[in-house]
C-alpha cells in the first residue's frame, strides 16, 4: 500500500514538472537484484520511507523514486567503501571510460568525465564519435578542479548503476561487452565489500 501511495505522490510531482507522466522501468537484472540486497543488508535503505515495514519489496523500485533512492543508496556506498576503488578491475573501468557518457544531466557527464580524467583519455576521442554530441552541454569539456588522480567510488558507483538500471539515454545503444564491464564491476565491488568489511 505504501508504494503505492509513494508512486501516486511522484505521478502527481511529475505532472506539475511537466512531464510526460510515469516512465516504465524494466525488470531488475541479477546483478541489479543482487546489488539492492546488498545496500539492503548494509543499511542502505534505513531511512527509505518507501519500504514497508522497513522490509525490502523490489515492487517499490518500479518508479522513479524508488529508482533515484538506489542510486543515492550505491553513491553513499561508494563514498563509505572508498578502499575498494583500488583493487577494481582497470581493464573494465577504461573500457566505460572510453564508452562515454551514461546519460545527459550534468551529475552524470561530470562523472563520466572524472572517470576519463583519471585514465588521461582526451575528451575528444569520446566525444567526437558519441551519438549524443548534438545534445550534450558539455563536449570536448573539461571541468577539473582538485585532485582527480584518485578514483572516487562513488563516481563509479553512480556510472555503473546507471548502466546497471539501465537508465542510459534512449538514443545510446550499450553494447552487450559494456553490459559485461557492468556486471563484473559489480560483482568485484560487492565481493570485495564483503571481504573489506
Known amino acids: 500500500m505504501r508504494c503505492l501511495q509513494e508512486r501516486n505522490v511522484e505521478r502527481k510531482w511529475k505532472r506539475r514538472e511537466g512531464s510526460e507522466g510515469p516512465r516504465v522501468f524494466k525488470e531488475f537484472s541479477p546483478d541489479m537484484k543482487m546489488l539492492v540486497n546488498h ?3 548494509h543499511g542502505y535503505f534505513k531511512d527509505a520511507n518507501f519500504l514497508r515495514r522497513g522490509e525490502l519489496d523490489f515492487s517499490c523500485f518500479y518508479d522513479s523514486y524508488g529508482r533515484d533512492y538506489i542510486k543515492y543508496a550505491a ?3 561508494g563514498q563509505d567503501q572508498q578502499e575498494i576503488a583500488k583493487w577494481l578491475s582497470g581493464s573494465d573501468l ?14 552524470n557527464v561530470f562523472s563520466a568525465k572524472r572517470l576519463r580524467n583519471y585514465f588521461e583519455i582526451k ?64 560483482n568485484e565491488v560487492l565481493k570485495l565489500s564483503e571481504t573489506i568489511s
Open 123 to 186: 575528451e575528444d576521442t569520446v566525444c567526437g564519435k558519441c551519438v549524443l554530441k548534438d545534445s550534450c552541454k558539455f563536449v570536448n569539456q573539461s571541468v577539473w578542479k582538485g585532485d582527480y588522480k584518485t578514483l572516487n567510488l562513488a563516481v563509479v558507483m553512480r556510472v555503473i548503476t546507471l548502466y546497471a538500471l539501465e537508465e542510459v539515454h534512449p538514443e545510446l545503444p550499450v553494447p552487450d561487452e559494456i553490459k559485461a564491464s557492468v556486471s563484473r564491476l559489480l
Open 94 to 107: 577504461k573500457k566505460l571510460a572510453l564508452f562515454g557518457c551514461p546519460s545527459l544531466t550534468k551529475k
Open 39 to 41: 545496500l539492503y543488508q
Open 75 to 77: 553513491e553513499k556506498f
